[in-house]
């Protein structure tokens, strides 16, 4: 099913050297393209990135130099009939990701029917206390998500992992279809594809309507952590499309019981708050008393209902790797259904069989931590030397609830313009979710991005990694 | 609108105002010293002085040379009032209001600042700073270009206009201010006649030479060009002009806002003194002792705006 040894390339891997059937109508534009003209519009496109500031900051770069996320002009193509499958997947386990953050807020009835044992819930860092008993508007708890999807082959689909907290990238996706259409109106014309550009407006509607319903015309606001966070252009790119205020904690102050900003004409309330803060930076008196960043008793006014947050307090542990690894039987708990979208097969090294089986096979695996992100504190077997692997097997057995191991997944290529030409190169997929209490709505592609290194599997943005136009196409 | 994104409006505004009027002076001084014999390095001097930096340059520099100075006041990132400095500081401010500006102000910023800092990676030869010096003003006339062609002329408009008109004035102050022994009556017959440079290097830095000229049929006396500089209603970069400016983008944000506020009322009384500078012969007033109440009048005004309109971080 995933072994190593082939790699699926959703462009060529079709039946003879016309291609796989989405790609057919481009791979024929390309060979008529000069490849010279195509690298000089790639770089053109970059400095157009750089002019409209798509830029994003290094952390601890000393210059604070801002740098932009490399673009590939190669689309990456998704049939009607692909996307129909993703998409019901998706939806279908972004209500089970909400029904559960319900549930475990509420009456944990997962863990009374001995689903998941109750210490992976109280004992996890994401779970949030503060929370029990409260119930959000509609009871909506990840109003954004963003699903990391992978793909091995025509028809197997993985859920890599599951974005609950403040997933990002979704400016990338409106920006690079934007470019795409400047620079290639003719493929636009060719091909009939699903648009992505409404996004900012279903979200400012997706917004309002998780407001508490007593608000009339609720007052929306974007919160970033400031200009030096590295998501900071897309945070006011989604004010800017949204036409809302683009605020900072220090901004916000709660004055008996509301939540109101300082404005040149006096003081506004503020109904919605889209925040794009973690959890424990909001609030200094209710989560993290040393954060210099919250917003005092922001907490209290959203647990009385004064404010409404976007997404809840807590629900980051629903992308928990431990979690992650009971995707399968919380989707079938909550929904009375099999799952639509394979989770990536993952060893809990909690339990004792698991354990075993994945330091025996360790050479092969990937091991993460399980509250770990951004590839740290991982062990990616096949890469791994023999004394790296047997510290790690020490690592392991000395604190086994803290790891979970998956096999290495051989990812799908898509071509990448290079230098040398077309060359393949191994993509995921993160499609963007709305929830609101009106329903859910996945928005038509996402962001794919793409291991620009030869053989990477690593499309972090941090690490070399790219992003690329993706397209729909209609049925 | 936010009291943080106004504040970060008026400083984008000031900063970037503040970068092309260094750029006038250098370019003043600069012609000066390339049309004199020998090596005079009293305008490089001035500059530093009346903009607040001769500290910054002594703790840096032992000498004052052109290249000093050149290096100092363009590209020195140490230095917070340098043309670098003043387009990062400009553009960060943009950057933190970018909902605010529409896209075509965004990226007058954004592209000056990418231009400027290549530009001033390294030390500026002497041939690319004529060339140089007109890049970092054209900035300052892009931008607002782009500020009148495509922003809606609302209170973000009158925080920018504020932030502009309210620095220019403190520019044009401290220039004259600086040389009034050089405006007074008696400076024609201390001069001679002979040396009119320090005239023509002030009105230069203002933008003012070529209209001084046309308004004078080049007649340079030190009082036409002191009641030009201070209360010429048609000359934008005048004391008088810019008042009117201020006060009317004042009166715009009583109006949006529905009400009348100290700041208003400050500024229309230093107007008010300008006027009454023009009608009653501002040497009968003393001339260096209007001048310096404007200036602590104006930065009053400053504070006035910002307790406001809650203005600040």
């Known amino acids: ?475 | 609108m936010l009291g943080r994104h106004a504040d970060s409006l008026f400083w984008m505004a000031r900063y970037l105002e503040r970068s092309e009027n260094l750029a006038r002076q250098i370019q003043a001084a600069f012609y000066h010293s390339l049309t004199r014999k020998g090596d005079d390095v009293d305008e490089w001097a001035s500059i530093i002085r009346r903009t607040g930096m001769a500290d910054s340059f002594d703790a840096k520099h032992d000498t004052m040379s052109m290249a000093n100075a050149l290096n100092f006041l363009l590209r020195d990132k140490t230095n917070d009032d340098s043309v670098i400095s003043l387009l990062a500081k400009s553009r960060q401010n943009a950057r933190s209001v970018r909902n605010a500006l529409t896209q075509e102000v965004w990226q007058s910023l954004n592209e000056s600042w990418m231009t400027g800092s290549e530009a001033l990676k390294r030390p500026v030869n002497i041939r690319d700073l004529p060339a140089l010096l007109e890049n970092i003003i054209k900035a300052s006339s892009v931008f607002r270009g782009a500020l009148y062609g495509t922003m809606l002329h609302n209170d973000i408009f009158n925080f920018l206009r504020l932030g502009t008109f309210i620095e220019r004035a403190d520019n044009t102050a401290r220039i004259v201010g600086s040389k009034y022994h050089r405006l007074l009556p008696t400076a024609a017959a201390s001069l001679g006649g002979s040396d009119q440079s320090q005239w023509e290097v002030m009105l230069r830095a203002l933008a003012a030479w070529r209209s001084y000229n046309w308004l004078n049929k080049g007649h340079l006396d030190p009082t036409a060009v002191a009641t030009f500089l201070i209360f010429d209603n048609r000359m934008p970069r005048s004391l008088s002009f810019c008042y009117g400016e201020i006060c009317a983008n004042l009166q715009d944000l009583e109006a949006a806002y529905g009400t009348s506020y100290a700041c208003g009322d400050s500024a229309r009384a230093i107007a008010q003194q300008l006027d009454n500078g023009r009608e009653a012969d501002i040497y009968r007033l003393g001339f260096r002792d209007f001048v310096s109440s404007f200036m602590a009048d104006s930065n009053q005004l400053t504070l006035a705006i910002s307790a406001d309109f809650n203005l600040g971080p």
């Not at chain 1, 309507?209 to 007593?214: D, K, R």
């Not at chain 1, 608000?215 to 036409?243: K, Q, R």
């Not at chain 1, 360790?362 to 740290?376: I, M, N, R, T």
């Not at chain 1, 191994?426 to 009106?438: E, G, T």
Request: with cysteine.
């Open chain 1, 1 to 475: 099913m995933i072994a190593a040894d082939h790699m699926f390339d959703e462009m060529l891997d079709g039946p003879d050297a016309r291609g796989r059937e989405p790609y057919r109508s481009l791979l024929s534009w390309l060979e008529d393209q000069d490849f010279t003209k195509l690298r000089k519009q790639s770089a053109q496109a970059e400095d157009l990135f750089r002019r409209i500031g798509i830029t994003f900051n290094v952390y601890g770069d000393e210059d604070g130099e801002e740098r932009i996320i490399p673009f590939d002009l190669i689309p990456r193509i998704i049939a009607a009939d692909e996307w129909r499958r993703l998409e019901r997947g998706i939806i279908q386990r972004v209500a089970a990701i909400n029904a559960f953050l319900s549930d475990i807020y509420h009456q944990q009835e997962i863990v009374r029917a001995g689903v998941i044992p109750a210490s992976l819930i109280h004992e996890n860092k994401a779970f949030m206390p503060q929370m029990c008993g409260f119930t959000p508007p509609g009871n909506v708890y990840t109003h954004v998500v963003g699903v990391d999807i992978v793909r091995t082959g025509p028809d197997s689909f993985f859920v890599l992992e599951d974005n609950a907290r403040v997933p990002s990238g979704v400016s990338y996706m409106i920006e690079n279809r934007a470019t795409m259409l400047q620079m290639f109106p003719e493929l636009f014309a060719s091909h009939r594809i699903q648009g992505v550009g409404d996004y900012p407006k279903q979200l400012f509607k997706s917004l309002a309507e998780s407001a508490h319903t007593f608000i009339d015309n609720p007052n929306i606001a974007v919160l970033t952590p400031g200009i030096f966070n590295s998501a900071y252009y897309e945070h006011s790119f989604l004010a800017d499309e949204m036409g809302v205020d683009l605020l900072q904690g220090s901004d916000l102050e709660v004055r008996d019981g509301r939540v109101i900003i300082r404005t040149t004409a006096g003081t506004a309330p503020v109904d919605v708050i889209y925040r794009r803060v973690d959890d424990e930076f909001l609030d200094p008196l209710s989560f993290n008393p040393d954060s210099v960043l919250g917003t005092p008793g922001l907490f209290d006014a959203y647990r009385s209902g004064a404010v409404m947050l976007a997404n809840a307090p807590g629900a980051g542990i629903a992308d928990d790797k431990a979690i992650y690894a009971y995707m399968p039987e919380i989707i079938e708990f909550y929904m009375g259904e099999k799952p639509l979208l394979e989770n990536i097969p993952t060893w809990r090294c909690s339990e004792p069989d698991n354990l075993a089986y994945v330091l025996e096979h360790l050479a092969d695996l990937v091991v993460k931590e399980v509250h770990g992100s951004g590839g740290y504190g991982m062990l990616v077997g096949p890469a791994a030397s023999k004394r790296e692997l047997a510290a790690f097997s020490r690592k392991l057995q000395a604190n086994p609830s803290n790891y979970v191991a998956q096999p290495t997944l051989a990812l799908s290529t898509v071509p990448v313009l290079t230098k040398a030409g077309l060359a393949s190169r191994h993509v995921d997929l993160r499609p963007f979710v709305l929830v609101s209490p009106n329903g859910i709505r996945v928005t038509p592609g996402g962001l794919t991005r793409v291991a620009l290194k030869k053989g990477s599997l690593v499309v972090n943005s941090s690490q070399g990694g790219g992003t690329k136009d993706t397209w729909v196409l209609e049925a």
